[in-house]
Each structure stands twice: as structure tokens, then as C-alpha cells.
């Protein structure tokens, strides 16, 4: 009865397998591979996992990487489903201007987050906050309506941008400080603060429109470099697209 779930970013593929199609399933094993590398999955990482019955995953790297999924995926008699931002669904509705248009994703972690929420405590608003290639920001107010978020370059594509531009800024990885005093460390600190700012800005949006100060959660494969940057208090949850995947496959088997 294993259930693979698959997130597909601008970077890496990110996969787990769960003993269950269901909320709190038991993970059996997970893994990453770099987009450039999905052609590996069939013969290494994947090459000795029990097969999966279901697979729903999210995609937001085009068409031609999902077709190179699709690909190793044969190796198994099973369909992948690949979940499309809709209007509403598993308790969150969706306020963006053209609904299919928002990246699957960041879909897909808000309906994590929101189970998270509601399984912690009462309705309240909350902030997704998704460090991967790029980064999102995203606004929930407390009766579960996606108010919109914001899109911003993550620190690779901020450093290679300003490497591109520039005649004098390539240099090592630095480290985050409030003043910084070299080259390295004024770029890893003006990126890490470029999000924390953003982060902050939107709690204040947040915090505003709905009275009453939000959780934000974050997650992503650069999360764990932001979250001690932070200016306001986030509990980081690597977990949170594998989450939204669960319940979204639980509620659709449910109804199935
Ligand atoms: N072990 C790692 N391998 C690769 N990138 C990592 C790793 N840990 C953190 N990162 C950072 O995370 C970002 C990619 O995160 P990820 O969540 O995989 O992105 P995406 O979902 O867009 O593919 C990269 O920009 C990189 O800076
Ligand atoms: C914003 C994103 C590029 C984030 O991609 P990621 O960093 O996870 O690779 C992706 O969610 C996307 O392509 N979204 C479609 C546009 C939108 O959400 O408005
Ligand atoms: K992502």
C-alpha cells in the first residue's frame, strides 16, 4: 500500500515514501536528487524501494523534467498524479487572480500548513514561508483563505545575479552579520536580510488585515539557513509539501 510523494522544484527532486496514502503514515525512507540527476532514480535510489501504489507529487520545473519523472516512474505499473492549484482544497481556499496559476508547490505546502495549524490549536492567520530556487511568501488569513503571496530570488539566484552584474563581487560564501565588514559576508547577510525583510513585511501585511499576529511556518532546502535570521519567531518544517501531499491524497482517496 506504500504512497510516493514527489516534489519536483527548480533544483531537486525531492521524493518520500509513506506505508500509507493517509495523514500521519508512516514514513518509510526519502531522498533528493538534483534535477540533472533524475536519470539515475530507476537503477539507484529508487531501485530497491517496495513499489509504490499511489504516487501524487507536484511539479514545478516544466514539462520537460516532468516528462523525464514520468520516465523512471515506469519501472512501476502505477500512474503519478500530479496535484494542479484549484479554487479550494483540503481547507484552503485559493484567492490568486487565475487559481491554476500558481505554482503547485506553494499550493500544496499551504494545505500543509494549514493541517499543521488547525491540528496545533484554534483558527488563526498564518505565513508560509518556502526558501528553495526562488522564495515565497505566502498570506492565510484565519478561516483558511489564501490572500496572496510574494515571489523573490533565493541566495543562489540573488548571488549569481549580482556576480553577473558586477565587476568586483565574486567572492566565497560569507557569514550573516548585522554590520557586515567584507565583501562576503555584505552579500550573504544583504540576501539573508532581503528574505528576513520580506518575511517581516508580510507578517506586518498579515498582522494588520487580520488583527491578530500569525504563525509562520517555513520550509524549503535553504529553510535552515534562514530560520535563525529571523526577526519573528518561525518553526521550521522541512516536512510541510510531504504533509500537504498526505492530506491531499487521503481526502482524495476518501472521496474516490
Ligand atoms: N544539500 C543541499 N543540496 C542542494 N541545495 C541545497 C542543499 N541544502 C540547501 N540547499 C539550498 O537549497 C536551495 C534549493 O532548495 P530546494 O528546496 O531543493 O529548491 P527547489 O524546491 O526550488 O528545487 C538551493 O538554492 C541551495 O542553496
Ligand atoms: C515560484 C516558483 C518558481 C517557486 O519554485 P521553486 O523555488 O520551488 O523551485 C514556482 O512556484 C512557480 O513557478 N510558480 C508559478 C507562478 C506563481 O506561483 O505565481
Ligand atoms: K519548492
Redesign the pocket.
Known amino acids: 500500500m506504500a504512497f510516493l510523494a514527489l ?1 519536483v ?3 531537486r527532486l525531492k521524493w518520500a515514501l509513506y506505508d500509507e496514502p493517509r495523514v500521519g503514515a508512516r514514513l518509510i525512507t526519502h531522498g533528493a536528487q538534483f534535477l540533472e540527476n533524475i536519470e539515475t532514480l530507476e537503477e539507484g535510489d529508487w531501485s530497491r524501494l517496495p513499489t509504490p501504489r499511489w504516487v501524487l507529487g507536484c511539479v ?2 516544466g514539462d520537460a523534467v516532468k516528462r523525464r519523472v514520468e520516465e523512471q516512474l515506469e519501472m512501476w505499473d502505477v500512474t503519478p498524479q500530479w496535484v494542479v ?1 484549484g479554487n479550494a482544497e483540503a481547507g484552503v481556499v485559493n484567492g ?1 487572480d487565475h487559481p491554476a ?6 499550493w500544496v505546502a499551504m494545505i500543509g500548513a494549514r493541517q499543521r495549524l488547525l491540528a496545533q490549536g484554534p483558527q488563526r492567520p498564518c505565513v508560509v514561508v ?7 511568501v505566502e498570506a492565510i488569513d484565519a478561516e483558511g483563505k489564501f490572500l496572496g ?1 510574494l ?1 523573490l530570488p ?1 541566495h543562489g539566484i540573488m548571488l549569481r545575479a549580482l556576480e553577473s552584474g558586477t565587476a568586483g563581487l565574486h567572492v566565497p560564501t560569507g557569514d550573516v552579520r548585522d554590520f557586515p565588514t567584507n565583501t562576503s559576508d555584505a552579500l550573504t547577510s544583504g540576501g539573508t536580510f532581503a528574505i528576513a525583510g520580506a518575511v517581516q513585511r508580510m507578517v506586518e501585511n498579515l498582522s494588520r488585515h487580520c488583527g491578530e499576529a500569525p504563525v509562520v511556518y517555513m520550509t ?1 532546502g535553504a529553510g535552515w539557513k534562514m530560520a535563525p535570521s529571523m526577526s519573528t519567531e518561525v518553526e521550521l518544517v522541512e516536512s510541510l509539501i510531504f504533509d500537504g501531499l498526505l492530506h491531499i491524497a487521503s481526502q482524495r482517496l476518501a472521496v474516490a
Not at 101 to 106: E, F, V, W
Not at 131 to 136: D, H, L
Open positions: 516534489d522544484g527548480n533544483t514545478v520545473a492549484s490568486y496559476r500558481l505554482g503547485s508547490d506553494r518556502m526558501v528553495g530556487t526562488a522564495v515565497t503571496g515571489i533565493g524549503g
